[in-house]
């Protein structure tokens, strides 16, 4: 009697430990893991998952192990000592088609080939020395609003004009072109050239079924694939058309693209700088420097015409990094995969293991920033410095870390800085501006802002003669 009462204390014991255990992580299902708890925006969706079960996650995604790290002190030990481990990619499908077959600086496994691109990358493609080229980009945006003006306050569309300005930027850098405004080249074309990059960041942006369960794809339960297949031949199409464009200019003309001096390079390192080589570098440079800076300058100004307090602070310093604390251009940083176990939090990490930061959590913590969710600028005046930096990792970390990170903020300071000092602007109307997410591989505003504007009255000399 005593023995079959101590089997039932040690069985109930058992059971609640077991159940505890099962309560204490998000429940797995056959097949496709913890996919069923993903909804979009997906980091909200993991920043949820996050304050129930703790600030590092094991995930399922179908066949994929999955490391969700919500903690800067978790992040920093991915990015330091386990930061070479760590520094290879996932093989997803969007790399196939958009990353020439993974190739592409962004996407490419670490290597000697990657780290030859990434210099190239710092050195030649997005150093300081570019950034004069940007000057008349700017000129030309402020130029057209003016142009524009009258007396009184007018309304325009704001993520358009700053989507046109860094597209001409790029375009500029890349292939010495101008698609908007004067100067600009074959409209048609640039209706190709903004049609490919829409299409390739909504699709790198979007959840691809066969990226975690690989018989999606023959049992057609997405499309995805097939339509990324399918921009990925246009990409390809119309980048090769700018390479042999560029291959034509004759040799006593200015050729400082960074076609041209891939190009160069091409002679004496076809290895390093095929074609291949180049329109990889070309997708990895219009994924960071069009739609990601767009949509941030987008939220910038959407959070300064809710606060026109700030607005009115800002005439003297614009200060973006309060704007991607609260709305990072990556609120995911790009995936990371594990080349070799390791540990991490303690806990053993399997190689192929795939690691996903999310910055968005980290970046409205209430345990990590005094009222998270509200605009403060200020809270930056004294900077970010030490082990503190990790809860705010806007442009990634360790070997990986954006390359165009201090080029970004002067393109981003100057324009906004341009438009704050040479305008004065307002809501449409009272209500505040929807700060809403859309979905998208840079978070974008779920609806385009609509602003009005009017020239500063003591700029109007200087703008009357631009």
Not at 320 to 344: H, I, M, N, Y
Not at 382 to 410: A, H, T
Request: include cysteine; glycine fraction near 8%.
């Amino acid at each position: 009697m005593e023995l079959s009462l101590y089997h039932l204390l040690a069985l109930i014991l058992a059971l609640i430990f077991i159940i505890k255990r099962r309560l204490s992580k998000p429940i797995s299902l056959p097949i496709i893991g913890h996919l069923h708890l993903l909804q979009d925006p997906i980091h909200q969706s993991l920043t949820l998952i996050a304050k129930k079960y703790g600030h590092v996650l094991h995930l399922r995604f179908g066949s994929r192990r999955v490391l969700v790290v919500s903690s800067p002190s978790v992040a920093k030990e991915c990015f330091t000592k386990n930061d070479i481990i760590f520094a290879n990619r996932p093989r997803l499908i969007s790399g196939k088609y958009f990353g020439y077959n993974h190739t592409a600086p962004s996407l490419a496994p670490y290597g000697p080939r990657w780290r030859e691109h990434r210099r190239f990358t710092a050195v030649h493609a997005l150093s300081p020395s570019r950034l004069p080229s940007f000057s008349s980009d700017l000129r030309s945006l402020v130029l057209k609003l003016y142009s524009g003006s009258g007396d009184g306050f007018i309304k325009t569309d704001v993520r358009p004009m700053l989507f046109e300005m860094m597209m001409n930027v790029m375009a500029g850098l890349i292939a010495g072109k101008r698609y908007y405004g004067e100067g600009s080249a074959d409209p048609e074309e640039g209706r190709r050239f903004r049609k490919v990059v829409e299409e390739v960041f909504l699709l790198s942006g979007a959840s691809t079924v066969e990226d975690f369960i690989p018989a999606a794809r023959w049992l057609r339960l997405g499309g995805a694939a097939k339509r990324m297949e399918r921009v990925g031949q246009e990409m390809d199409k119309f980048f090769q058309g700018l390479i042999e464009e560029r291959r034509r200019v004759e040799k006593w003309k200015e050729r400082n693209t960074i076609i041209d001096t891939m190009l160069s390079m091409q002679e004496n390192e076809p290895e390093n700088y095929s074609d291949v080589a180049i329109k990889g570098m070309m997708t990895s440079l219009l994924v960071a420097g069009t739609e990601t800076s767009t949509g941030t300058m987008e939220w910038v100004l959407a959070l300064l015409l809710n606060h026109p307090e700030t607005l009115k602070k800002a005439k003297d310093e614009i200060k973006e990094q309060e704007t991607l604390r609260l709305f990072p251009a990556g609120p995911l940083l790009v995936p990371r995969e594990s080349s070799e176990d390791c540990t991490v939090s303690k806990s053993y990490i399997p190689k192929g293991t795939m690691l996903l930061v999310n910055a968005y959590a980290m970046q409205r913590d209430p345990e990590l920033w005094e009222s998270p969710l509200e605009f403060k600028p200020e809270r930056f005046d004294g900077g970010i410095d030490g082990d503190q930096g990790y809860k705010y990792i806007p442009f990634g970390s360790g070997r990986r870390r954006c390359p165009g990170e201090n080029l970004s903020w002067r393109v981003m300071g100057l324009t906004l800085g341009g438009l704050i000092q040479c305008f004065d602007w307002q809501r449409v109307g009272k209500e505040l501006v929807d700060l809403n997410e859309g979905v998208g591989l840079s978070m974008p505003m779920a609806t385009s802002l609509q602003a009005m504007y009017k020239p500063c009255q003591e700029m109007i000399t200087v703008l009357s003669q631009l």
